[in-house]
């Protein structure tokens, strides 16, 4: 549960509409799935230039799964 809150406090410190970020955790046995979901506008401020913020939030993600010994992959819906 706290994997999911790392990501929702990074996609809300980066929109300008932190009221529409959505953040969900789908659980497997041994990868977790985290989904984000932000509005239209705010899709570019998320992914960034060629991908660098999205690329940015994976990689703290990793780090932080890493610590506590699971796989987690992040997926940002439209």
């Excluded at 953040?23 to 230039?49: F, N, P």
Aim: net charge neutral; charged share 30%; proline share 1%.
């Amino acid at each position: 549960m706290e994997l999911k809150n790392l990501v929702e406090s990074l996609a809300k410190s980066l929109v300008d509409n932190p009221d529409k970020v959505e953040v969900t955790e789908i659980e497997g046995a041994q990868t977790s799935v985290i989904e984000l979901r932000v509005a239209k506008e705010d899709m570019g401020k998320i992914i960034g230039k060629h991908g660098r913020n999205a690329q940015a939030i994976r990689t703290i993600l990793g780090a932080a799964s890493t610590r506590i010994k699971r796989n987690t992959v992040l997926e940002i819906v439209e």
